[in-house]
């Protein structure tokens, strides 16, 4: 289908930007999701602020002990290696699996994670990487965890009248281990459960179950998953409520591999 | 209704047209411009058919805003010219079947040419991962499959 009719706006500067959502523009990236959306109509915003070509809009920056990327930064540039060290692989590997390159050359890392699909990946991932997001509104910018982004479907702490700006995330140390799984019935196509696991070594390790009907569940201190991941995948599974039989098995599957990848 | 003018390069020539914001780069491509090579399907970014170079990369024309391509360079599948990679790869779908009716075929296209360039090491699992954006519903895609690994190991067997 077509969209239904809107107007568009191409902010140059941030304070532009801010202002137009305030009004009650729909903040567009990629539009690799909210496109889908107005084509079936189930969006219909009166004016949509392209944020493409707002100053630092994409690209990474080492600031301290923090990578800060750009909202702005396409997966196929994270997929790339525009994130150096050992976080950059762990993220190349995640953002090689989103959707397909097409789709990876225009969706950004911050488009996705502000669209707050439950399914989506960087919305399970980043919270077990831990860090936070610059969220930028008329009073200036703030810091949200993102262990806490993510509220439930398509729902993040972001004010109605706030943008995300950028995500920082710490630099992690060679010997940080990582297990992620998904599943998906066909490459590119949405996950039906996601498990992660970040170990890094003399700190706990951190879990994400993520694919859910709401927010990730954050497990923050996975120790028990990395002892006995099958007793415990069943037991964290059995916490999440209204899960039918088919996707609670494989929702202790997802966990059961990402935990065997770091032990 | 509102209407913005977009100025983009199509194929090496600048164009300049009015559009609605709601349109999207495959409908100036194909309603305003007349290149209707590039093949409009499922029209929310699954099925790869309309998929086209921005900016030197292959992207969805259907989910991606006319006017979000002011300024941008898209070359469709009629502006590949005597590209050797693009030539290489037409001959290679003929040969081994890799089409029958056609519509999934510019984006067939424009996506083996970035894998071609972009992993020349590719094997046959990550051929068909990497296509697997691109639906087709005649060929099965085993000569889609074999079309481009032909192409990848005749350019490794030439660098070689």
Same mark, same amino acid.
């Given at each position: 289908?077509?969209?239904?009719?809107?107007?568009?706006? $191409?902010?140059?500067?941030?304070?532009?930007?801010?202002?137009?959502?305030?009004?009650?523009?729909?903040?567009?990236?990629g539009?690799?999701?909210?496109?889908?959306l107005?084509?079936?109509?189930?969006?219909?915003?009166?004016?949509?602020?392209?944020?493409?070509?707002?100053?630092?809009?994409?690209?990474?920056?080492?600031?301290?002990?923090?990578?800060?990327?750009?909202a702005?930064?396409?997966?196929?540039a994270?997929?790339?290696?525009?994130?150096?060290?050992?976080?950059?692989?762990?993220?190349?590997?995640?953002?090689? $699996?989103?959707?397909?390159?097409?789709?990876?050359?225009?969706?950004t890392?911050?488009?996705?994670?502000a669209?707050?699909?439950?399914?989506?990946?960087?919305?399970?991932?980043?919270?077990?990487?831990?860090?936070?997001?610059?969220?930028?509104?008329?009073?200036?910018?703030?810091?949200?965890?993102?262990?806490?982004?993510?509220?439930?479907?398509?729902?993040?702490?972001?004010?109605?009248?706030?943008?995300?700006?950028?995500?920082?995330?710490?630099?992690?140390?060679?010997?940080?281990?990582?297990?992620?799984?998904?599943?998906?019935?066909?490459?590119?196509?949405?996950? !039906?459960?996601?498990?992660?696991?970040?170990?890094?070594?003399?700190?706990?390790? $951190?879990?994400?179950l993520?694919?859910?009907?709401?927010?990730?569940?954050?497990?923050?201190?996975?120790?028990?998953?990395?002892?006995?991941?099958?007793?415990?995948?069943?037991?964290?599974?059995?916490?999440?409520?209204?899960?039918?039989?088919?996707?609670?098995?494989l929702?202790?599957?997802?966990?059961?591999h990402?935990?065997?990848?770091?032990? | 209704?509102? $209407?913005?003018?977009?100025?983009?390069?199509?194929?090496?020539?600048?164009?300049?047209?009015e559009?609605?914001?709601?349109?999207?780069?495959?409908?100036?491509?194909?309603? !305003?411009?007349?290149?209707?090579g590039?093949?409009?399907?499922?029209?929310?970014?699954?099925?790869?058919?309309?998929?086209?170079?921005?900016d030197?990369?292959?992207?969805?024309?259907?989910?991606?805003?006319?006017?979000?391509?002011?300024?941008?360079?898209?070359?469709?599948?009629?502006?590949?010219?005597?590209?050797?990679?693009?030539?290489?790869?037409r001959?290679?779908?003929?040969?081994?079947?890799?089409?029958?009716?056609?519509?999934?075929?510019?984006?067939?296209?424009?996506?083996?040419?970035?894998?071609?360039?972009?992993?020349?090491?590719?094997?046959?699992?990550?051929?068909?991962?990497?296509?697997?954006?691109?639906?087709?519903?005649?060929?099965?895609?085993?000569?889609?499959?074999?079309?481009?690994l032909?192409?990848?190991?005749?350019?490794?067997?030439?660098?070689?």
């Amino acid at each position: 289908m077509k969209p239904a009719a809107f107007d568009y706006a $191409r902010p140059k500067s941030w304070a532009d930007a801010v202002q137009l959502i305030a009004l009650g523009a729909r903040p567009g990236a990629g539009t690799q999701s909210l496109g889908p959306l107005l084509n079936f109509r189930l969006a219909q915003p009166g004016t949509i602020a392209d944020l493409r070509h707002l100053p630092d809009y994409a690209g990474v920056t080492i600031v301290g002990d923090v990578l800060r990327i750009g909202a702005g930064t396409t997966h196929a540039a994270i997929e790339d290696g525009a994130v150096p060290g050992r976080i950059g692989e762990i993220m190349a590997g995640v953002a090689r $699996r989103i959707a397909y390159r097409p789709v990876r050359n225009r969706g950004t890392i911050g488009g996705s994670l502000a669209h707050a699909d439950p399914a989506a990946d960087w919305v399970a991932v980043l919270p077990a990487l831990g860090g936070t997001a610059i969220a930028i509104g008329p009073k200036g910018e703030r810091r949200l965890l993102l262990a806490s982004f993510v509220l439930g479907i398509f729902e993040t702490a972001l004010a109605p009248d706030e943008l995300l700006r950028a995500i920082e995330v710490p630099v992690l140390p060679a010997g940080a281990r990582w297990g992620h799984w998904k599943f998906c019935r066909k490459v590119g196509e949405f996950s !039906k459960a996601t498990g992660c696991v970040l170990h890094v070594p003399g700190a706990r390790p $951190r879990a994400v179950l993520a694919a859910l009907d709401g927010p990730p569940l954050i497990i923050e201190d996975a120790s028990a998953l990395l002892a006995d991941s099958v007793a415990e995948a069943r037991r964290i599974v059995a916490t999440v409520p209204d899960l039918a039989p088919w996707r609670q098995a494989l929702a202790e599957t997802a966990l059961r591999h990402a935990a065997k990848a770091v032990s | 209704m509102s $209407r913005i003018s977009v100025t983009l390069t199509v194929n090496d020539e600048s164009e300049t047209v009015e559009v609605e914001p709601r349109e999207q780069l495959a409908d100036l491509l194909r309603g !305003k411009l007349m290149l209707t090579g590039t093949h409009v399907g499922c029209e929310h970014g699954v099925c790869g058919a309309c998929t086209v170079e921005i900016d030197g990369v292959p992207a969805r024309s259907c989910i991606t805003h006319a006017g979000s391509c002011d300024g941008a360079s898209v070359r469709t599948i009629e502006g590949y010219g005597d590209d050797p990679v693009m030539a290489a790869l037409r001959e290679a779908f003929t040969r081994e079947h890799a089409l029958q009716c056609g519509y999934c075929t510019p984006g067939m296209l424009v996506v083996a040419r970035d894998i071609v360039l972009r992993l020349p090491n590719a094997d046959e699992a990550r051929v068909r991962e990497e296509m697997a954006g691109n639906l087709c519903r005649c060929t099965g895609y085993r000569g889609i499959v074999r079309a481009v690994l032909s192409v990848l190991a005749d350019r490794r067997k030439a660098a070689a």
